[in-house]
């Protein structure tokens, strides 16, 4: 048999000895839009502000961060929008502008909103189908006019206290559905807790109710998706690892959608204090990748319990943030920032006669 070696450079994939050409696809399954078969895809959650000294071109541009060849296999932009999909009567703006950005950074979005009052169970009884049948529109118009990047929404990520965990799940349960037929366009993607996956923290009843099997099975039958949010103890001096640390609660996700037959997940965003957890958790993360698609670190300043960000020693402090853990640069982010610089590449890959190296 011949021997065919394909590498995935910045999202490309090339046959080694005969240059840039269309290769085939990698074997396996496509199981979403954004998902390509045997590989965690790498995203980034970064500041909006225009004052701030980490933006996406920051990091992208500047050599003291992540820089061009680090930043090229950065696959995803983490996005927030602060209320619900309609504003003022009409489908969201921000919407346009995020897609915009998507179709320019070649780059998949990832958009959370907020159900109108945190009302998970009007949604789920069809209280805003009106409002989502709007935005189902102008997926479909601005799809038609080409040149469109599927995206992932999610409604409501996090929703630890915030309401009814059945209501919740009812609720991702309806919008699967809803947008089931224009799933080559959007990936509805559900964001919960990882603590509840940790070591310290795990709650089975919790999960139960936040992820019963009728959730898993819509999301499976509509080619969506099933993600967390991961991040470290909430002390950056308290790290040993019987404590619930961002790596175990990695662990404890995959095994348990390995175990609930989930069959595409990833994490929303996700967050260390030093390199040692960071590699741990890259090191479940490529070794996971029958069930791990997409993994977003949250590079950002903003809303945050500890700095988690990727800068220099002596970087100062963000100045669109007024976060208290707002924090200049030091020896841990500065050590974070050069594991992440190894780690972005290795999410290139081999194929030979079709099974991966």
Same mark, same amino acid.
């Given at each position: 048999?011949?021997?065919?070696?394909?590498?995935?450079?910045?999202?490309?994939?090339?046959?080694?000895?005969?240059?840039?050409?269309?290769?085939?696809?990698?074997?396996?399954?496509?199981?979403?839009?954004?998902?390509?078969?045997?590989?965690?895809?790498?995203?980034?959650?970064?500041?909006?502000?225009?004052?701030?000294?980490?933006?996406?071109?920051?990091?992208?541009?500047?050599?003291?961060?992540?820089?061009?060849?680090?930043?090229?296999?950065?696959?995803?932009?983490?996005?927030?929008?602060?209320?619900?999909?309609?504003?003022?009567?009409?489908?969201?703006?921000?919407?346009?502008?995020?897609?915009?950005?998507?179709?320019?950074?070649?780059?998949?979005?990832?958009?959370?909103?907020?159900?109108?009052?945190?009302?998970?169970?009007?949604?789920?009884?069809?209280?805003?189908?009106?409002?989502?049948?709007?935005?189902?529109?102008?997926?479909?118009?601005?799809?038609?006019?080409?040149?469109?990047?599927?995206?992932?929404?999610?409604?409501?990520?996090?929703?630890?206290?915030?309401?009814?965990?059945?209501?919740?799940?009812?609720?991702?349960?309806?919008?699967?559905?809803?947008?089931?037929?224009?799933?080559?366009?959007?990936?509805?993607?559900? =964001?919960?807790?990882?603590?509840?996956?940790?070591?310290? %923290? *795990? $709650?089975?009843?919790?999960?139960?109710? !936040?992820? #019963?099997?009728?959730?898993?099975?819509?999301?499976?039958?509509?080619?969506?998706?099933?993600?967390?949010?991961?991040?470290?103890?909430?002390?950056?001096?308290?790290?040993?690892?019987?404590?619930?640390?961002?790596?175990?609660?990695?662990?404890?996700?995959?095994?348990?959608?390995?175990?609930?037959?989930?069959?595409?997940?990833?994490?929303?965003?996700?967050?260390?204090?030093?390199?040692?957890?960071?590699?741990?958790?890259?090191?479940?993360?490529?070794?996971?990748?029958? =069930?791990?698609?997409?993994?977003?670190?949250?590079?950002? %300043? *903003? $809303?945050?319990?500890?700095?988690?960000? !990727?800068? #220099?020693?002596?970087?100062?402090?963000?100045?669109?943030?007024?976060?208290?853990?707002?924090?200049?640069?030091?020896?841990?982010?500065?050590?974070?920032?050069?594991?992440?610089?190894?780690?972005?590449?290795?999410?290139?890959?081999?194929?030979?006669?079709?099974?991966?190296?």
């Amino acid at each position: 048999m011949a021997k065919h070696v394909y590498i995935k450079r910045a999202g490309a994939l090339y046959e080694r000895g005969r240059g840039a050409v269309t290769p085939p696809d990698p074997p396996g399954e496509k199981l979403n839009a954004i998902h390509i078969p045997n590989v965690c895809q790498f995203g980034m959650k970064m500041p909006e502000g225009a004052n701030s000294n980490n933006t996406w071109d920051d990091q992208k541009t500047d050599t003291r961060l992540l820089g061009p060849a680090a930043f090229a296999h950065v696959k995803s932009n983490r996005k927030f929008i602060s209320g619900w999909v309609v504003s003022g009567g009409s489908v969201s703006p921000v919407f346009n502008t995020m897609w915009n950005f998507a179709e320019t950074e070649d780059v998949w979005v990832h958009i959370s909103a907020k159900a109108p009052s945190n009302d998970w169970a009007g949604v789920a009884a069809g209280t805003y189908d009106d409002d989502l049948q709007d935005l189902y529109d102008a997926i479909v118009a601005r799809a038609n006019g080409g040149n469109f990047r599927p995206f992932i929404l999610t409604v409501h990520h996090e929703p630890a206290g915030d309401g009814n965990y059945t209501a919740w799940a009812n609720m991702q349960i309806h919008l699967s559905n809803f947008f089931a037929d224009i799933s080559d366009l959007v990936v509805i993607a559900p =964001v919960g807790n990882g603590f509840m996956f940790g070591r310290q %923290s *795990a $709650n089975a009843a919790d999960i139960a109710a !936040l992820y #019963p099997q009728t959730l898993i099975d819509t999301l499976n039958a509509n080619n969506h998706m099933l993600f967390v949010d991961c991040y470290d103890t909430d002390s950056d001096t308290l790290l040993e690892y019987t404590r619930n640390r961002t790596s175990i609660q990695v662990q404890g996700f995959v095994d348990w959608c390995r175990q609930h037959g989930v069959k595409s997940a990833g994490f929303g965003e996700w967050g260390v204090h030093d390199a040692d957890c960071m590699q741990r958790c890259w090191d479940i993360m490529k070794a996971s990748t029958d =069930v791990l698609h997409l993994v977003q670190y949250y590079n950002s %300043s *903003a $809303n945050i319990k500890s700095p988690w960000w !990727l800068v #220099p020693n002596g970087w100062p402090k963000d100045p669109s943030s007024s976060d208290p853990e707002n924090r200049a640069g030091d020896a841990l982010s500065a050590e974070r920032l050069a594991r992440m610089k190894l780690i972005l590449p290795e999410t290139e890959f081999e194929y030979i006669d079709g099974v991966q190296q």
